[in-house]
């Protein structure tokens, strides 16, 4: 099982069709070979093993993290891998 955490745009790569995108404050460089629509910074996206795979809307994004958040408020600490 997957699990994807929504991630905003932060940066734009034009030149290699990648962008940056920040996940829960965590910041990496990822492709968008597989989506067909240009993205923007501020846009949500969902990521799987470093490729953007979808965009979502904002109101979704949160959503998700929220619930996310949530998840993670109710987990034993000695179970919470740092990243």
Do not use: W
């Amino acid at each position: 099982m997957c699990l994807s955490i929504p991630s905003q745009v932060v940066q734009l790569h034009p030149e290699d069709n990648c962008v940056t995108v920040d996940t829960l404050g965590v910041q990496r460089r990822v492709s968008c070979m597989l989506l067909e629509e240009p993205l923007n910074l501020g846009d949500y996206v969902l990521l799987h093993i470093g490729f953007v795979m979808s965009k979502i809307d904002e109101e979704e994004a949160q959503a998700s993290l929220e619930s996310f958040r949530q998840m993670v408020a109710l987990m034993p600490k000695q179970d919470i891998l740092p990243c």
